[in-house]
């Protein structure tokens, strides 16, 4: 569930849910799954006043689902646009003009811009502020007497000086001329132990074409300068950028060049050799690799003031959305070793600590906390010395301040937040849930004769015969009333063999239309959510739900539980209890 939206579509039809259907479904399976329901559901197949308006209803439902999904120019607009793409008024005489495969790669690409303006205008400006804060007094007194000679008797002696050493900030927006110049202002303030500075920068980007583009940018502060850069692909697997500044000062122009040729090694790795010159004078290569779950970053540099080697490594735990992150970096000034973690904490912000030990520079901790494209950086420089003190608390207090905030203020706080919109999207679509309940049991009531034949059959042979099927949240006993993710197995069983099982508002008793899916002792029910099933309707909005499923097959007892997005296939052995 997106709790960035205040409310959740739940008229939105999936239509390859109601066909219980993939979404790669062929031609075939479409029409098949079409017969099957509208055996069910046609009118003519029900003889009562009341059934036959019902069946009239779901009848054209299954009808809608079929035309839609039948024909592939609007079974193109359905996968990219959904059930709103279909309403478009003059679509009808756009649509055939277009291959499916069309239709869908303008829609994509439509969607990809759309998403690429909305991040524009929520990340802008770009800005960064770093203030670095010199604490080595707390591990490294300047005077561990002074206190001894100025404070005597009951005076537990002075406060540690902490200071902050240095400030930076910077700020840039992006002003779009056209589609292919771009103009950019962007300004830096920075100052360090009382003095500073800062300029302000003007760019200018052209885009020739998707393969090079060329860009001016005028500095002004310390020195105004002027310099030009440009980009061209050279092959498939090359590419260039360089450029050269000029600098304006009281003794003269200083020029200085750079320039970077890129190679793609393979399809993880590139491969760089730079060399910058002028009044400093580096060169160095690199090579990156960055797959799924890994990326390393070998770097070799020879130049004034100085040269180094330096290899990082990170570890991607992406179903965690976390990093871990360790560098080593040797070289003229001395040694570094790096070592930290990056989680991301919400959909556009990221938080990241490490830890730098070396020498001569002694013991860092680095804070960042990137939001958008919003940065900010707060290194604390603890230790001008290596020692296992500083060490231990830049590393752990980090940690249990991140697990007491998060435990303490930020989960509390999103689950207030989620309960809140949980009930407005209840109450909001209030009166469209009851009329999904509503058309689910007159789904199930159709249902009736079709699931007696089936149970029957399947009964006869010793095939496949649902006992009890619920799909939802909560579950109700006569005295307790238990919530779940995933129902235990033990605690159905009890409830279902006691008969002391009175669903709730938040669950629905699905057996009838379960049964009804099955065909030859055999069920399947695809990736989708299991509330546009006919005969299902979502019963905890915006809640996780599961499917249970107790059946019978062989006349030997199963059981089992799936996510509402799971696929579920039965039966299989692994679904056998052991009671006899």
Not at 340 to 365: I, M, R, W
Request: glycine fraction near 6%; charged fraction near 25%; include cysteine.
């Amino acid at each position: 569930m997106d709790l960035d939206s205040d409310e959740e579509n739940v008229s939105e039809e999936d239509y390859y849910s109601f066909l219980n259907i993939p979404k790669e479904a062929s031609r075939e399976e479409i029409n098949n799954a079409y017969r099957r329901l509208s055996r069910m559901y046609h009118p003519d197949k029900h003889l009562d006043p009341t059934l036959k308006a019902k069946s009239e209803i779901m009848f054209n439902k299954t009808k809608k689902a079929y035309e839609v999904l039948s024909d592939p120019h609007t079974r193109a607009i359905y996968d990219s646009l959904g059930t709103k793409g279909l309403e478009t008024e003059g679509w009808e005489i756009v649509q055939r003009t277009k291959t499916p495969a069309e239709i869908r790669a303008e829609y994509e690409q439509l969607a990809e811009e759309r998403a690429e303006r909305k991040k524009r205008q929520a990340t802008n400006p770009s800005g960064n502020i770093t203030i670095a804060v010199n604490a080595t007094d707390l591990f490294n007194p300047y005077d561990d007497n002074l206190f001894e000679d100025e404070f005597e008797g009951g005076v537990l002696g002075r406060s540690p000086n902490i200071e902050v050493s240095s400030m930076q900030f910077s700020q840039g927006v992006d002003f779009p001329l056209t589609q292919k110049d771009l103009c950019t202002l962007s300004g830096q303030l920075q100052t360090q132990n009382g003095t500073g500075g800062g300029g302000i920068n003007l760019t200018w980007r052209h885009l020739f074409s998707h393969k090079s583009w060329a860009e001016v940018e005028m500095t002004a502060g310390i020195g105004p300068a002027l310099s030009l850069k440009g980009f061209r692909t050279l092959t498939k697997r090359f590419f260039w950028n360089g450029g050269t500044i000029l600098q304006f000062t009281p003794e003269g122009i200083r020029p200085g060049i750079m320039s970077t040729l890129a190679m793609q090694i393979d399809k993880h790795s590139i491969g760089y050799i730079s060399y910058h010159g002028g009044i400093r004078s580096v060169f160095s290569t690199q090579i990156i690799r960055d797959t799924e779950n890994n990326r390393y970053n070998f770097t070799i540099q020879v130049g004034v003031p100085h040269s180094f080697m330096q290899l990082q490594y990170t570890r991607k735990m992406i179903s965690q959305e976390l990093r871990l992150k360790l560098a080593i970096k040797v070289g003229t000034f001395g040694g570094v070793v790096e070592y930290g973690a990056e989680k991301k904490v919400s959909k556009h912000s990221n938080l990241a600590f490490s830890v730098v030990c070396g020498v001569p520079a002694g013991v860092k901790l680095k804070l960042r906390l990137t939001r958008a494209n919003q940065v900010y950086s707060c290194p604390i420089h603890l230790c001008e010395e290596i020692m296992p003190s500083p060490v231990f608390y830049a590393t752990m207090v980090p940690l249990i301040v991140y697990v007491i905030v998060k435990k303490g203020i930020v989960e509390p706080f999103l689950k207030e937040e989620k309960s809140k919109k949980l009930e407005k999207q209840k109450q909001n679509n209030f009166n469209i849930l009851l009329e999904k309940r509503k058309e689910a049991m007159s789904a199930q009531e159709l249902m009736q004769a079709t699931y007696s034949r089936i149970a029957e059959e399947e009964e006869r042979k010793k095939g496949l015969v649902i006992i009890k099927a619920i799909y939802g949240k909560i579950f109700r006993g006569k005295s307790h009333t238990f919530y779940f993710l995933i129902i235990t197995n033990l605690m159905l069983k009890v409830l279902l063999e006691s008969g002391d099982a009175e669903l709730s508002n938040d669950v629905v008793d699905v057996t009838i239309p379960v049964q009804c899916l099955v065909k030859d002792s055999k069920l399947v029910i695809h990736e989708n959510s299991k509330s546009y099933l006919p005969g299902f309707y979502d019963p905890a909005l915006g809640e996780e739900k599961v499917l249970r499923v107790v059946y019978n097959y062989h006349e030997q007892p199963h059981e089992v539980t799936i996510k509402d997005n799971e696929s579920l296939r039965l039966p299989k052995t692994s679904h056998r209890t052991n009671v006899t």
